[in-house]
């Protein structure tokens, strides 16, 4: 049982390269979320779908697109990556419930590194 | 603004030294707090919910606590495998299942 994959793990990219974060779910939620996790700093949300064909902006969606053509998969886009973006990023999902009760899954995270 | 906000930032405690964390929170309107553990190098990992002033939840060593304005996650008789950073997240009323963290407590249990 997979759960939430993440790929890549790691990455290095250089000031306006562009790159996509991939996440995907094997537990048929309809929720999904991208946050970014920086030292001294709460978990803040980018972007979060609330099903197939949905996306919605969160707190710090700036310099990101995403988009969910299926259920399963939450694509992350940077179209021109700045040093400022330079942070580990956890795709995380739930179900309508577990949007209520807090229970989300996460995955172990992609940390990104913009020269 | 809501704001969320954990205390100690770091916490090093003796092999079955109980201590507690604190997670103090400034919303509009609370529909829940969540406490979650996260392992270095791995996403967090969902703990307790707590709804209402007095409630309590327990997970073996741990125990989470809910007042008015504060959390509480009580550590009895620690092991170093629950070494870890603990993390608190609120959820407001009215938001889009939004979820605002805390930055966290870095617990460090040694034998």
């Known amino acids: 049982n997979a759960g939430v994959t993440q790929t890549p793990k790691f990455r290095v990219l250089k000031t306006g390269q562009s790159m996509t974060l991939l996440c995907a779910q094997d537990m048929n939620h309809e929720y999904m979320y991208w946050y970014r996790q920086d030292p001294g700093m709460g978990l803040r949300l980018i972007h979060y779908?609330?099903?197939?064909?949905?996306?919605a902006k969160g707190e710090v969606p700036d310099g990101y697109n995403v988009s969910r053509l299926k259920k399963q998969n939450f694509l992350l886009g940077l179209e021109s990556a700045a040093p400022s973006q330079t942070s580990v990023y956890f795709c995380a999902s739930t179900s309508p419930q577990g949007a209520n009760t807090g229970e989300l899954f996460f995955g172990e995270g992609s940390r990104l590194t913009v020269l | 603004e809501d704001q969320v906000t954990q205390s100690p930032e770091a916490l090093r405690l003796q092999e079955g030294e109980s201590s507690s964390l604190n997670c103090s929170y400034t919303v509009s309107g609370l529909r829940g707090l969540f406490w979650y553990r996260q392992d270095p190098g791995k996403g967090p990992e969902f703990l307790f919910t707590l709804y209402s002033a007095g409630e309590e939840k327990e997970k073996e060593r741990l125990k989470a606590t809910l007042t008015k304005k504060e959390s509480f996650l009580h550590i009895t008789a620690p092991k170093p495998e629950d070494s870890a950073t603990y993390l608190c997240a609120v959820q407001v009323s009215g938001g889009y299942n939004k979820l605002i963290f805390g930055a966290g407590t870095r617990l460090a249990v040694h034998p």
């Open positions: 779908s609330v099903g197939e064909g949905t996306t």
